[in-house]
């Protein structure tokens, strides 16, 4: 578990990584220095990232943009010492656009990448039946995971460092953002079936880790460990 966050050096576990994850997605650093938030429309998940860093601030509702008429939550951490080290490892203000290459303990990037994951992420399954007009039981499981970026350089790095770890390659597709204004695209990092049950059950690796229970519902049954 990660200690009390405290004037210290930061040394990487599980749930520091995991609310890494988080905050490479859904989190901001503030411009004073000091403050560091991260929005969600999945209350649950706030709690979660709260827990894994030992904090008990508010969650409270976030006033809805003009680009999303989803409800959204909000947790605001006031820690000079924390934010220094995010920025140290690659985050800064105004990140979506401009991030790059983090600097993740490689142990502990399965963490990192099931933050990301629940962050902006997807877990996508389904029966493909479109072949059953030939032969009835022409019926195909599809699953795919998906990791998103507003930077090509971000989504980019990584690929690199999961192909470097477990070997799957992944596809990268760009295209306009809904939710975004002006030329930025957003990146898309797709795996199809055979290797997303490779990643499956490298980020999920053992029980009770902290994640979102949406997503890890949907590829529990394709996890070789079963709970």
């Known amino acids: 578990m990660v200690k009390k966050l405290q004037r210290r050096e930061f ?15 859904d989190g901001s650093l503030s411009k004073d220095g000091r403050h560091i938030s991260l929005t969600s429309s999945d209350k649950k998940l706030i709690r979660t990232f709260l827990k894994c860093l030992h904090k008990t601030n508010k969650i409270s509702l976030n006033p809805r943009s003009k680009l999303s008429k989803k409800t959204c939550y909000r ?24 991030i790059g290459a983090l600097k993740i303990d490689k142990k502990y990037f399965p963490d990192f990448l099931r933050g990301h994951l629940d962050g902006d992420g997807s877990v996508i399954y389904y029966k493909d039946t479109y072949n059953t007009k030939i032969k009835e039981k022409y019926v195909y499981e599809r699953l795919f995971v998906l990791f998103r970026s507003a930077s090509k350089k971000h989504i980019e790095w990584m690929r690199k460092v999961i192909y470097k770890l477990k070997c799957v390659h992944g596809s990268l597709s760009f295209s306009r953002s809904k939710t975004q204004i002006g030329q930025s695209k957003m990146s898309t990092l797709k795996f199809s079936t055979k290797e997303s049950k490779i990643l499956l059950n490298w980020i999920y690796y053992k029980q009770n880790l902290p994640c979102l229970d949406r997503k890890y519902k949907i590829g529990k049954k394709f996890l070789k460990i079963k709970y």
Request: overall charge neutral.
């Open 11 to 25: 040394k990487w576990d599980p749930d520091l990584a995991y609310a890494v994850g988080l905050l490479t997605t």
């Open 75 to 98: 947790t605001q951490i006031g820690d000079v010492v924390f934010y220094d080290w995010l920025k140290k490892i690659g985050l800064s203000p105004n990140k979506s656009l401009i």
